[in-house]
């Protein structure tokens, strides 16, 4: 018991310390009682934790996944935490009472996904000390390859330092081999969580393993510092001879003991004497099924071209290179997952938007389909220039309507009248059935160009449920977006 002088003295400092002060005066007096009191707990138990909070912003899912597992590790620990991705989230939701634990990936040259450029620019708009008290870390994914290495995780450190939010442990930025490296930062992070409200260490366990959805590939053949040997198979341009373009299927025969799953990319290496300096690998969708094309990658590849300043013709520099392989070549290249485009359950039906190459993956997703007999249908929407020369694999679409494991398809074919007609004109027409097959549980994919085709699709699936379920604008964004985070708007975009 204390005396009146002590208790009046304890109830002024308490008076005069915030809620993280209380937490370490906590941990301090369990560290002046240690084992004075065997009925009085030394484990971290006997400490007030905060809510903690793990934010993620990914483009393929290893973000995701990797939340996941520190979710799971910072649990184990006793602390009450939720997981969230950060495409909603406005810097006025963060709770400074909370400890936040960011996880982001960087795509392209530097920029943050897609799915997070809205909460970036709301970081960038948000006054100077709004986020004053919060204890956060960050974590960067990326490519070491790129000249800007995981820039989205710096910006995002740099930012909330500018708004008060103060780093309990430094940054800490994963190259491609992240998924090796990744538990060690787990332990750690839990370690500095603990420190940081003075509770006991000691009892911090290893991050168990993430959830089976969400398995990371390591080793040989997974990222671009292991890659494997193929050999090609045969290589053909599917564009007739009118076309303006030129589109490759290229077949690819391996040996080596990796795996695949329909949404997954392959990173191109390209050898020493064609890249120019550029040492960046090129990733390019699967078209094939990792069940019915066994020992087989297939990819479909456009001949990227531009205008050099003298008017010549300029050419992508891997593109070209694809498009210049004989059968019988050697290749390097290695599997780069895509957690954020799997291919939904044999009883869901699905919606499959994919203009040019962006039919890839559905190519993968229909032979899947059809080689488990899965039960769910199949909708796809396909769009290029001319149906006469531009219609990629058409022969095999045809057969899949047929044999009725392709139920509905939906063509738009931009130049073959005097007014352009894309996909997202298709889907306007469409618009009753298409929402009736999403009430019914129906996923919708889109796969090809980011600006401008991903975002006019989007716009009008809002445009399109505003309508058809008398919403308003802001109401049917709303929509589109929970179709977004409930996983049943998946997007492949480049």
């Known amino acids: 018991m204390l005396i009146k002088n ?23 007096m369990q560290g002046q009682i240690g084992d004075f009191d065997a009925n009085v707990s030394t484990g971290i138990s006997s400490i007030e934790k905060p809510p903690a909070m793990i934010y993620f912003a990914t483009e393929t899912g290893n973000s995701k996944g990797l939340s996941l597992q520190m979710m799971k590790a910072i649990k184990a620990a006793g602390y009450k935490v939720k997981t969230s991705a950060v495409s909603r989230l406005k810097v006025k939701d963060i709770n400074p009472d909370t400890i936040a634990i960011f996880i982001v990936s960087t795509h392209g040259e530097g920029d943050p996904p897609e799915s997070a ?19 956060y870390a960050v974590a960067g994914l990326g490519d070491s390859s790129y000249e800007i290495f995981c820039g989205a995780a710096v910006r995002l450190d740099k930012e909330l330092q500018r708004l008060g939010a103060k780093p309990f442990q430094a940054p800490l930025l994963f190259d491609v081999d992240y998924a090796s490296h990744a538990p060690a930062w787990v332990d750690q992070t839990v370690k500095s969580t603990n420190e940081l409200i003075g509770a006991n260490t000691s009892s911090a366990e290893t991050a168990p393993s993430p959830d089976e959805e969400f398995i990371v590939r390591a080793g040989k053949g997974y990222t671009r510092l292991e890659p494997v040997k193929g050999t090609i198979k045969h290589i053909v341009n599917l564009n007739d001879v009118d076309s303006t373009k030129q589109t490759f299927h290229i077949e690819i025969e391996y040996e080596e003991d990796i795996v695949y799953t329909c949404g ?6 390209l050898p020493s004497e064609q890249n120019n300096g550029d040492n960046t690998p090129r990733l390019y969708s699967i078209s094939s099924s990792p069940s019915y094309h066994e020992n087989e990658i297939h990819l ?27 059968e019988g070549d050697e290749i390097e290249f290695y599997i780069h997952q895509n957690q954020n485009f799997n291919l939904a359950p044999d009883d869901k039906d699905i919606i499959m938007i994919g ?13 899947e389909r059809s080689e488990r007999g899965a039960s769910g249908r199949n909708w796809l929407f396909f769009g290029d220039q001319h149906m006469h020369c531009d219609f990629l694999y058409q022969t095999e679409w045809q057969e899949h309507l047929a044999t009725e494991t392709l139920h509905k398809i939906d063509l738009a074919f931009s130049r073959d009248q005097s ?19 999403i009430d019914n549980g129906a996923i919708l994919y889109l796969c090809g160009a980011r600006d401008p085709m991903s975002k006019d699709v989007s716009q009008t699936l809002v445009d399109i449920f505003a309508e058809q379920k008398s919403l308003s604008a802001e109401e049917a964004a709303d929509f589109v977006a929970d179709l977004e985070e409930n996983d049943r708007y998946l997007k492949d975009v480049y």
């Open 419 to 437: 007014h352009k007609v894309y996909v997202q004109d298709r889907l306007r027409e469409k618009a009753k059935d298409v929402v009736e097959w």
């Open 6 to 28: 002590q208790q009046k003295l304890l109830e002024q400092l308490l008076g005069s310390v915030s809620h993280e002060q209380k937490i370490w005066l906590a941990g301090y």
């Open 300 to 326: 479909t590849v456009a001949l990227a071209t531009h205008k050099n300043e003298d008017g010549s013709t300029g050419y992508g520099i891997c593109s070209k290179y694809l498009a210049g392989l004989q």
């Open 117 to 135: 450029l809205p909460f970036f620019e709301d970081l960038q708009n948000a006054s100077d000390g709004q986020l004053s008290g919060l204890n």
């Open 264 to 269: 997954d990319a392959v990173g191109i290496i």
């Open 355 to 367: 203009p040019g190459t962006g039919i890839a993956p559905f190519r993968s997703f229909i032979y």
